[in-house]
């Protein structure tokens, strides 16, 4: 199996129209979408998440604003995806992300960024858990697989 990262396409993502966009980039750079779920994040899983940041200044608004309307929560697949992701998000506030990235393309803000990607492999499979139980995450073929992952040797 093929690296898996999670992505949460945050509520000003949602409330800005701006999901198909932001699923678009992904599928169109070829990550296989395993897992999906639009929900409301409680403010108690949303502590959880963003549990290293406990105790900094910005930390109870983060929480207010992932927990105040629906996600769009996503697991996605390929070789490589959670760095891939992070550098598509692009830097963390809309202010200084480069254009071209989402964050750089679609956000000015100083605190809202429209969408989360986990930073690291243990990240990612801690964060997965949090939001999908293993029956919830479809392990199936790509039809174009050899043209999305083909390595020319
Ligand atoms: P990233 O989302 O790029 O991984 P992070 O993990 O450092 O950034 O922070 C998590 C979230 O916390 C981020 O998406 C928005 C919020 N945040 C970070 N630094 C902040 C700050 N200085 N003021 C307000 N919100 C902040
Ligand atoms: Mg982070």
Redesign the pocket.
């Known amino acids: 199996m093929a690296e898996r990262t999670l992505i949460i396409i945050k509520p000003d993502g949602i409330q800005r129209h701006l999901a198909g966009e932001i699923i678009g980039r992904f599928e169109k750079k070829g990550f296989k979408l395993v897992a999906a779920k639009f929900m409301q994040i409680s403010e108690e899983l949303a502590r959880r998440l ?1 549990a ?2 406990k105790g ?1 200044p ?1 930390f109870e ?2 929480v207010k604003y992932l927990s105040s309307a629906p996600a769009l929560i996503m697991v996605l697949e390929a070789e490589g995806v959670i760095d891939m992701v992070r550098k598509m ?1 692009g ?3 809309g202010y200084d992300a480069e254009p071209g990235t989402i964050r750089g393309d679609f956000s000015s803000s ?2 809202y ?1 429209l969408i ?2 986990a ?1 690291s492999p243990e990240s990612a499979e801690r964060e997965i858990k949090l939001f999908f139980s293993p029956d919830e995450i479809i392990d199936y073929e790509l039809a174009d697989a050899d043209w999305l992952y083909g390595k020319n040797d």
């Open positions: 963003y290293v940041h900094k910005f608004g983060l998000l830097a963390t506030f100083r605190g960024n989360h990607g930073d």
